[in-house]
Nanobody
């Protein structure tokens, strides 16, 4: 089993920045692919960004390209999401997800590909 712990959510004004972090513990002997998804009230969960930690490759949703950056964290099997130029429509609960890493990113935007999920952290962008 893998446990994911997210941190870094909060309240920010439009145009501001936040940094989310997610660290995996438990069965972490293998390198993970990690991702962020988000879900706003009344909406379906949507993909935000993902990274193959073994390959260093990333993939982003069109809505966040150029504003968000996903990167490996300071510890093994951890990931950061730097969010800039935040908009009110970025308001959501952000979830970290992880699964075995196969060195590719073509499938990493699919929620069903991830076995492990964090509890979520709230991001609120005020207008």
């Amino acid at each position: 089993q893998v446990q994911l712990v997210e941190s870094g959510g909060g309240l920010v004004q439009t145009g501001g920045s936040l940094r989310l972090s997610c660290a995996a513990s438990g069965r972490t002997f293998s390198t993970l692919a990690m991702a962020w998804f988000r879900q706003a009230p009344g909406k379906e969960r949507e993909f935000v960004a993902a990274i193959s930690l073994s390959a260093g490759s990333t993939v982003y949703a069109d809505s966040v390209k150029g504003r968000f950056t996903i990167s490996g964290g300071t510890t093994r099997n951890s990931v950061d999401l730097q969010m800039k130029s935040l908009k009110p429509e970025d308001t959501a609960v952000y979830y970290c997800a992880a699964d075995d890493d196969y060195g590719s990113t073509w499938y990493l935007d699919r929620g069903e590909e991830y076995e492990f999920w964090g509890q979520g952290t709230q991001v609120t962008v005020s207008s």
